[in-house]
């Protein structure tokens, strides 16, 4: 783990124990979804940077009023931070962007001079602007305010596939930015499973009193990571594709998938091969290449492409 990472996890343990002085290791240690032995080296960690820490029968404590001590950022994890912080700036109409906005201007205050010198002489020559996504502020704050208080949604739906607006009740696991937009992953009582939906389809939003428990083990990570993007299918399907020589090197100087194999081949093609939770948005993808991609597996991906690209040139 980076050291980026491990400071941004101890600070975000102290504000955990803050808030949760009932949260014992256990707790903790699902919260973050590390084991207990690393949540004791954290807590000695904190104490040896003289934030003194007690177990105070049921969690954890701070045994007196403590602030953070100073910390030294490198160069990169400084614009690690501050790339964070933009990306959310940059969502306008969101309940992030204002906060985000403050963040920024806070972490410059955190910098050593000559860390915040750099960083400021980077303005203008670093982008860190992604597309905006076109939800409400008002959505996402309902969304992320029942995701914590544990509260069912009620909302009415537009779905793209079937092309029907429907009335679900939902019971929000997690929100998330992906792919440019904001979604919502829950249980929908409707189809009695687990669904993901994106936020601006949303046409009315309506918080409700009615509690929810989450699903034991749940984690958004693990159920997004065999999806191609953002949705699941039923069935995890290896998905085999043959790029030719003109377009292998742009496959191959990106990670598209975390277990994705590359095989190379002497006329400068590739075969390129991931196993993937639903095949609709990896289509998608295969299709964008035009035809300079080859689907060799499965037959059934094969037949969706072929059907695809007679439907276009009939068109």
Not at 3 to 26: C, Q, S, T, Y
Not at 79 to 91: C, I, P, R, V, W
Request: proline content about 4%; aromatic content about 10%; hydrophobic content about 40%.
């Amino acid at each position: 783990m980076s050291r980026f990472m491990r400071v941004a996890r101890l600070i975000e343990l102290m504000n955990v124990i803050k808030h949760h002085p009932d949260w014992g290791p256990k707790k903790l240690a699902k919260y973050f979804e590390i084991s207990e032995k690393r949540i004791f080296d954290d807590l000695n960690e904190l104490n040896a940077a003289n934030i003194p820490i007690v177990y105070n029968g049921a969690g954890y404590s701070f045994l007196s009023t403590v602030a953070l001590p100073p910390l030294q950022f490198t160069l990169d994890e400084a614009l690690a931070l501050l790339m964070s912080t933009k990306t959310l700036t940059h969502q306008k109409g969101t309940c992030y962007s204002r906060s985000a906005r403050s963040a920024a201007v806070k972490l410059l205050d955190l910098f050593s001079q000559e860390v915040r010198k750099h960083v400021m002489d980077l303005d203008g020559k670093i982008s860190f602007e992604t597309k905006g996504a076109t939800e409400t502020r008002e959505s996402l704050k309902t969304i992320n305010e029942a995701v914590v208080n544990r509260n069912v949604i009620s909302m009415l739906y537009y779905s793209y596939s079937s092309r029907r607006t429907t009335k679900r009740d939902i019971e929000p696991y997690a929100l998330f930015f992906r792919g440019n937009a904001w979604y919502v992953m829950g249980k929908c009582r409707l189809r009695g499973e687990i669904r993901t939906f994106r936020v601006n389809r949303i046409k009315r939003l309506t918080p409700t009193d009615e509690k929810f428990v989450y699903p034991d083990g749940f984690s958004v990570i693990k159920k997004l990571e065999k999806s191609w993007s953002v949705f699941s299918g039923e069935d995890e399907t290896e998905v085999v594709v043959k790029f030719s020589p003109r377009i292998a090197p742009l496959i191959e100087e990106h990670k598209w998938q975390p277990d994705q194999k590359i095989t190379k081949h002497a006329d400068g093609s590739i075969t390129f091969s991931t196993v993937v939770s639903g095949t609709l948005e990896i289509r998608r993808w295969i299709l964008s290449w035009g035809d300079d991609a080859r689907v060799l597996k499965p037959q059934s991906l094969k037949d969706e492409i072929r059907r695809t690209a007679a439907a276009v040139s009939a068109r």
